[in-house]
């Protein structure tokens, strides 16, 4: 026997949903004729597809190496179907997304706008977090896409670039520093940053280190919009996002501090697992490149 186009598709959702039960609503199945379908499949390839991981389902080895060539037979469907019918399908469905805290709160709300404007049928399910976190979520598919700052990067990976997001040496008035800093004057200071391995604390810790010198006080704080607002309140110095605190700048509740050296650009980039691009992702990120345009949300 070979294996069904229906199995295969079958095989593709439940990989990128991450359940049996998720990828029955998806295909307008009951979920026995999914468990069924991969039973068949299992039994022809004579091959475990998937582990239960919690309660979600994982991708075996054999099941890693089957996913991409699912994935370009999902493709290779939607297009005859289209052909068939003479119509191209409306991009709809449920995108799963990640999102940078400075991201969401900047640019989301346009975002949104768009996709209901352009594409009503798409729905986002969203996560805000440090890029790290967001990382890890789409290497293991609890995430369709994220964007991100500085990924570590990752082989299963495609990593689009997207801009520069500018970030300030931020500080109270009540601290009393000078405009002008280095990191030898700040290592007194308590640095306030995401906990380790988040691109802020690389890029914090980065610009001490490149002086041989470590801040004395650190103050991990999974929050950007928290470590905002610990800054204002005098509590300590940090590398923020420029954008997320503008308005504080603009009324003089935060100064910008002008470091001797810059630290490491902020990168902003959308990742996505390789096998897993499709016409309704591709969507999803044009409308927020569109978003990101509008707001000069980055720089080059």
């Known amino acids: 026997m070979r294996p069904t186009t229906a199995q295969l598709e079958t095989f593709f959702w439940i990989a990128r949903l991450g359940s049996v039960k998720e990828a029955a609503q998806h295909l307008n199945l009951a979920q026995p004729t999914i468990s069924l379908r991969l039973q068949e499949l ?27 060539r699912a994935a370009a037979l999902v493709q290779e469907l939607t297009g005859i179907r289209e052909l068939i019918t003479g119509e191209a399908q409306s991009t709809g469905g449920v995108v799963r997304v990640g999102l940078s805290e400075t991201f969401a709160h900047i640019c989301l709300s346009g975002w949104m706008k768009l996709l209901a404007r352009d594409l009503p049928g798409v729905q986002l399910d969203i996560a805000v977090g440090t890029s790290a976190e967001l990382e890890h979520q789409v290497v293991e598919r609890r ?34 520093l000078p405009r002008q800093i280095t990191p030898q004057l700040l290592a007194s200071q308590i640095v306030i940053t995401n906990p380790h391995p988040s691109p802020m604390y690389r890029q914090i810790i980065d610009w001490f280190r490149e002086d041989g010198i470590e801040p004395e006080k ?53 990742i996505y697992r390789f096998a897993e691009q499709n016409r309704l992702l591709d969507a999803v990120l044009a409308a927020a490149r569109s978003a990101i345009e509008t707001l000069n949300f980055l720089r080059n």
């Open 218 to 270: 650190i103050c991990r704080c999974t929050s950007v919009t928290l470590a905002t607002e610990l800054v204002r309140q005098g509590h300590g110095v940090s590398l923020l996002p420029t954008p997320l605190i503008e308005p504080y700048l603009r009324n003089g509740a935060i100064l910008s501090l002008l470091p001797s050296r810059q630290p490491t650009p902020s990168r902003l980039y959308c």
């Open 42 to 68: 299992e039994a022809q390839f004579q091959r475990t597809l998937f582990e239960r991981g919690g309660r979600r389902l994982v991708l075996t080895f054999a099941g890693e190496a089957l996913l991409p």
């Open 143 to 176: 995430l369709d896409l994220a964007f991100v700052i500085n990924p570590v990067g990752d082989p299963k990976l495609a990593v689009i670039p997207l801009g520069i997001q500018d970030v300030t040496w931020a500080a109270a008035p009540e601290l009393e």
